[in-house]
């Protein structure tokens, strides 16, 4: 069974950084597209950034790009969110997702991810 848990959450002040985790287990990350989603207090899920199975593309919501980085570690299995000069508006729970067909390209659409880890809180301090 995948089991996907993330880590690395909490409180960050603005303008500074936060590295989140998602550590997979039950298969490997590797040959498997892996995103991050998010859910803002009071909205719906949002895309965040996706990596390609392969891992050499990566693609990132418009409200992120310049500032988060995703990261994979095929040798430890996981799959990181460097999180750079956040604003108070990043504030959510933030999830790890993975695709079950291996070779994907990734979407940042998140009714094609089929394993989902519990979700880390980030608070954003201005």
């Known amino acids: 069974q995948v089991q996907l848990v993330e880590s690395g959450g909490g409180l960050v002040q603005a303008g500074g950084s936060l590295r989140l985790s998602c550590a997979a287990s039950g298969r490997t990350c590797g040959n498997h597209a892996m995103a991050w989603f998010r859910q803002p207090p009071g909205k719906e899920r949002e895309f965040v950034g996706a990596?390609?199975?392969?891992?050499?593309?990566?693609f990132y919501a418009s409200y992120v790009k310049g500032r988060f980085t995703i990261a994979r570690d095929n040798d430890k299995n996981t799959v990181a969110l460097q999180m750079n000069s956040p604003k108070p508006e990043d504030t959510a729970v933030y999830y790890c997702?993975?695709?079950?067909?291996?070779?994907?390209?990734?979407?940042?659409?998140?009714?094609?991810?089929?394993?989902w880890g519990q979700g880390t809180q980030v608070n954003v301090s201005s």
């Open positions: 990596s390609k199975w392969n891992g050499d593309t990566t």
């Open positions: 997702a993975s695709q079950r067909s291996e070779y994907y390209s990734g979407s940042s659409f998140d009714a094609e991810y089929d394993y």
